[in-house]
């Protein structure tokens, strides 16, 4: 078991920013990759069609033998973790918007929440953000088309540039010190969001507190592994090499799910 892989899945690249900082804390594990790409993006489907693909994702995973698996997407995390937690016995670590440490960190009590309208609808979400509504105002704000110009190669463009100005313009009308990046296709757009934030605006982004919560659980279940870290991807549609090329990935499968 100890020797057995670690499932990650997202609904395309994105949960490669989750991947990354995986890869760096766990060198040794074996990781399987899926991208969901043939029914992304998430963001916009209903809770129950999110709920089917990360099971139907997830059993896939465990037939392959995984110990436990990372939802490596904010969306399927908020609308379908507890789904996946009840229906499967491996151990499964759910990436959330990170509003607690913003909040904590802000010294203007307010603070910026870009996340897909999946995870801003969702009853996870909006518990969070009211637990943290008394010490602090949350602006919410749903990102349009991103993570169709990450899917499609243009994080770095000026369309992004554009549409991250056209999106963040409400919040920035307000002071706010924190912007929580809740999707994770958003890392891949830090360069066109350092160009449009305020220098006393801090990122958030939670793909290393994710990391480490999946190093403790598995330090926890006694599944630590100290092997040769091989990392296979997968897509659930034809995989476009150029763009799977662009994120330092040469080998992507097709698979028919
Ligand atoms: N990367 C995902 C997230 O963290 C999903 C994006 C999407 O498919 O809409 O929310």
Redesign the pocket.
Known sequence: MRNSPIGVF???V??LSVFHALRELLPNEEIIYVADQAF????KRTKSEIQNRSEIISEWLIAKGCKLIVVA???ATTNAIAHLRESFSVPFVG?EPAIKPAALGSKTGVVGVL??E??LSSELFQTTAQDHAKDIDVISQIGHGL?ALVESGKATSLEAERQLQNDLAPMLEKPIDHLVLG???YPFLRQALGRILPKNVTIVDCSNAVAKQTHRLLEQHQLLHNGRGDTTYFSTQYPDKKLWKLFGVDDVSQIDI
């Not at 992304?40 to 963001?43: K, L, M, V």
């Open positions: 997202d609904s395309g994105g949960g992304a993006p998430y963001g997407c904010n969306t990436i996340a897909t999946g995870t993570v999707c994770t296709h």
